[in-house]
C-alpha cells in the first residue's frame, strides 16, 4: 500500500511510464509480426527459385 501512496504525487509521471510500457509492448509485438512475416515471405521465395531451376 505504501509504494501505491508513494506513486500518487507522481501521477503524470506514472502514466506517462504506463503509456512508455505500452508503447515498448506494441513495439515488441511489432518486431515478432515482422520477424514471422520475414520468416512466411522466405519460404515462398525458396519454393519459386526451386521452380525457375527446375524449368530453366
Do not use: C, Y
Not at 501512496?5 to 511510464?17: A, I, R, V, W, Y
Amino acid at each position: 500500500m505504501n509504494e501505491w501512496q508513494n506513486l500518487k504525487p507522481h501521477g503524470k509521471m506514472f502514466e506517462s511510464n504506463g503509456k512508455t510500457l505500452e508503447h515498448n509492448l506494441k513495439s515488441i509485438v511489432t518486431e515478432r509480426e515482422r520477424v514471422f512475416l520475414n520468416k512466411r515471405d522466405r519460404e515462398p521465395e525458396t519454393l519459386s527459385r526451386k521452380e525457375k531451376g527446375a524449368s530453366s
